[in-house]
């Protein structure tokens, strides 16, 4: 046993966390918000959480281990995360079999909390045959044994249904499972399904950049699987706007946009069915949440309007859409439930946030902020009974685009900049690879040192010191990070004047926003008592940085919360709830949405807040 | 003005009719039955009814016929049936144009009896514009207007609508006319459409053989078009129980005949459609009512426990279906409903002629059948607060199959044959073309002449005669009805013991049923107050004859109603009435099935009425 704190690395995420004695690896792991498979909850009976040891001890391999592996693989180093702990500082080997999407876990405990009370109900029901005596229609027979068996689930037959329920009642002896949907004015009956075949939920993230999808037991409320894939619009536009300009060329461009993503989260469904021997004419139910621009494109609804000014929705109410009618070739009568948005830049995966962090329900007396921070950051905050919401342009650099030598998070991406006093750089890429060029966390870290060791003026100006160099370019001076001679692309890998820019106009808008709705509350940063900060990149960097160049406040540091992927946490607690789904309802119709382009004090609090540092007190 | 009685004939349908002093041709067609466009209702406003008269002599053109038709086309005989009065016998050509579904019209006055309270609301609303003071989403803005100015039409909006909501809106100034439509909770907006826009409503009767469509104004309940075709799925089995085996060869030959018949329809509301200047995206609402195969076949439904014991159907309950579940390209939340079935072999036309003629809500004192003869004949019986239905398969020999020189009723079939009882033969072509062959009601006369005149026995063995020879095959006499020399085809036009077996099989069938629904409520064909007879065939059939050969039962002639499609007529009161809709499902719910091919006194009865003539009092 150990008895000691002890680190693990964890590759090919490039994690770095502190193990407590006696705590398994998965726990480390779901603390870290590092995506290990934990079908089981973590009690030795999945077998889904294999990791590889390449350095340091482990306890012994429990019974369950040795059951799992034989001599040779336990040779190699296979364990299970759920029994094996560090006895030394480790480096582990997460195969790809084993990984979730990554910014999962650490907010998957929080599903637990919510009842198992969904907009699905299965029901085991014995249908009586056909015979010269009873002539019913088959569709009559199934509505009168629903309604005998279980009087308050009577109701309609979804019509497409009806095109196997002849053929599968047949097939399996008059013996199925009966799902039936709750609707405005009762049940409907979506599915038939082999006794044998388990009923599933998907719930999906649906992000300008990635998607995370969630395949859900629809009987017990066990996620079974969860995948995390690029959101295939990408190749036709990188942020929101370029895809909105895009679906605006024609009727044909945004049915492409919209199939390309159906095909997508399809294709996603399909895998995560197909890893546990399903299908997806088995999915019964699911939840979509992206921002509004991702939420009309995958609708097919038109974005003209949202992309010009007043920039309003077509649509901002919950949505139960049949699959069929978006494409989606699910289980017959199957729906689409997508959460409210509350305004053009504010969407329903803003709205799952606030949900799954309890934000949109949290106690009056208390200020609760939360950030989503990406492409375009979306800011909540809960204060004295209110819930204001606004948007902020802060632009993809802190996905590395716009930024001379930036990349997303992958092998070889520096992650991590430390400038010790003594002028030591220290950098860290993913995987320890051989640097390629920078990641968010890593510009942001960079900055943040730079300004700290008085490298750069508030305005982001550079002076004279060791590795700054005048840009080839003729605009200022550039910093090298890493010299040709150690980088993995034979070339200096170096930040620019116009990186520098980039990353200011994208945490002064995001700072700007946050002071706004401060104002409008009354309130200043100091008041504020939580601050949850989602999404992938909010999981990955370092609080200090963002606070030292001002992009967050500097409150006390406990009261910071980074919960990673909390829009699809939301979205699975929807599919889960329908009381999360009315949650959900209700927090969309309270958030008052602060449109900041309009707003006639956004101007002088950006000139502010574009500035390095902390704004200076008013 | 006419001051006597005069025969016209009016061609191509081929029909005679007696019109009284001062009647318009128009009205006599009405009474007659023969299809003659009205849409204005007969006031000379539509232009419509264009006729050319080829023989006799009419009433002056009237100052409206002088204003549609130039002097040229007075001349060539061109009027309009609504104007023109005959002062002789006439002879006139009605143009396809101005052709209806041959039998629709004479029914057509019954619709007026419906009040006019359809499924669909129209409403003319206009919508506050976006603004930057005003951000609702366009959706959002649509239901609070909805609110405001008809509190009780609120409801959600069809999601496939908002695809178009934004521009259409916007493209009108924010002035539409918005469609509502009753759902089972509430409302739903399910169409908005510029305010010039008409919102039409499309009523079918879908039979094996033919299709008949209706194009009505939703926001005013008049009529705009009517028009038939053959169902397209005649390439692929010419009765129910031939495309039932076609489906069941495969999932893509189902899908192939439900195609058909969905593109058939889609063309024929097209056609309509395009014939006013409108589209088939103004079609908000849809009832199509068609024999429970076509039903099952039109939705994609299986047919396999339709076409084996017991026959059951799918599904029987009315269902309501979006029209782009079914491929129609209809208004974007459009519906289709279906009317319920009552049995395998007993549909929604069935229930909809019950409808349509009074039979489902006869007075309890009198006793009321109606017969819809085809394929299978659909026969209904209101006795003493019963409501009895069956189906026989009397087979396609009325459709002249099965018949050696059978044909369908077109330009040469015989289709009325009188033998006086000095032995003169007189025949009837449809069009007086050259005999080419005989239609149902022409081999329904045949044998009832040859029967009354005592050349055929009771059993249909022929006894020699004037033009009875042995026939070439061996197998007993034939009668010859056109020599070669007089036909149209260059041989003999022969009437076969064959030919007489396959009626003697349809009438038995036909009688044993009535017979026993008789039986089953415990009174005797005298009894009977009044019988319909309903569908094409029955429309065109000579009462005598079938009285003759003992199809019919000898009752007192003025009982007998011969009503044209009434199938047709009750799917258009049901896309007129949600009431009518109510009073069909109580119809399907009273109706008693007899199931026919169990029925101990079937066999003993169809024994009995395969003989021609009436059968024996018991």
Known sequence: ??????????????????????????????????????????????????????????????????????????????????????????????????????????????????????????????????????????????????????????????????????????????????????????????????????????????????????????????????KGIMNPQISYGEDVMARITYAMEGPEKAETLRLAIVHGIEDLAKDMCKAIGAGIDQIVESVIVGNTAMHHLFLGLPVHQLGTAPYVPAENMALDVKARDIGFRFAPGAYVHLLPNIAGFVGADHVAMLLAT???????????????????????????????????????????????????????????????????????????????????????????????????????????????????????????????????????????RGDISEIQLAKGAMRAGLNLLLQTAGLTDQDITRFVIAGAFGTYIDLESAITIGMLPAIPRHRFVQVGNAAGIGAKQALLSVKRRQQAVAIARKAEYIELTTDPRFTGEFARTIQLGQPDAR
Request: glycine share 10%; with cysteine; charged share 25%.
């Open 358 to 496: 309890g934000i949109g329900e949290a106690p009056e007396d208390e200020v609760w902020v939360g950030m989503d921070i990406g492409t375009n950051t979306e800011i909540g905050m809960s204060a004295r009974g209110r819930l204001l919401t606004c948007s902020t342009a802060s632009g993809p650099a802190f996905e590395g685009a716009h930024i001379k030598y930036g990349m997303r998070a992958a092998p070889g991406a520096i992650e991590a900049v430390r400038l010790e006093e003594d002028g030591e750089l220290r950098v860290r890429t993913i995987d320890n690879q051989p640097a390629v060029g920078i990641c968010g966390s890593g510009i942001l870290d960079v900055i943040a040192e730079l300004y700290k060791r008085g490298i750069l003026n508030r305005r982001g100006a550079m002076s004279e010191a060791p590795r700054v160099r005048p840009s080839n370019d003729g605009r200022g001076h550039e910093y090298v990070l890493v010299p040709a001679e150690e980088s993995g692309i034979q070339e200096d890998i170096t930040v620019s």
């Open 1 to 226: 046993m150990s008895t000691q704190q002890t680190v693990i690395d964890f590759e090919p995420v490039g994690r770095r966390a502190t193990a407590q004695p006696n705590e398994t690896i998965l726990q480390v792991a779901q603390r870290a918000g590092v995506g290990i498979m934990a079908v089981c909850g973590g009690h030795g009976t999945c077998g889904r959480c294999v990791v590889q040891v390449r350095a340091g001890q482990l306890s012994e391999p429990t019974a369950v281990e040795k059951k799992r592996f034989n001599p040779d693989q336990l040779a190699q180093g296979f364990r299970l995360a759920c029994q094996a702990k560090p006895l030394t500082d480790i480096k582990l080997y997460i195969p790809p079999s084993s990984m979730t999407t990554t910014q999962r876990t650490q907010v998957e405990g929080k599903e637990y909390e919510v009842e198992f009370e969904p907009a699905v109900k299965v029901v085991r029901l014995k249908i009586p045959p056909a015979s010269l005596e009873d002539l019913r229609s088959d569709a009559q027979r199934l509505r009168d044994v629903c309604r005998e068996q279980c009087p308050d689930l009577d109701g309609r037959i979804d019509f497409t249904l009806l095109r196997q329920l002849s053929h599968v009642v047949r097939q399996h002896n008059w013996d199925v499972k009966v799902v039936l949907r709750q609707t405005a004015d009762g049940h409907e009956v979506i599915a038939v399904l082999p006794p044998a075949q388990i009923p599933l939920g998907l719930a999906v993230d649906l992000g300008t950049t990635k998607v995370a999808g969630y395949l859900v037991n629809m009987e017990t409320g066990e996620t079974l699987q969860a």
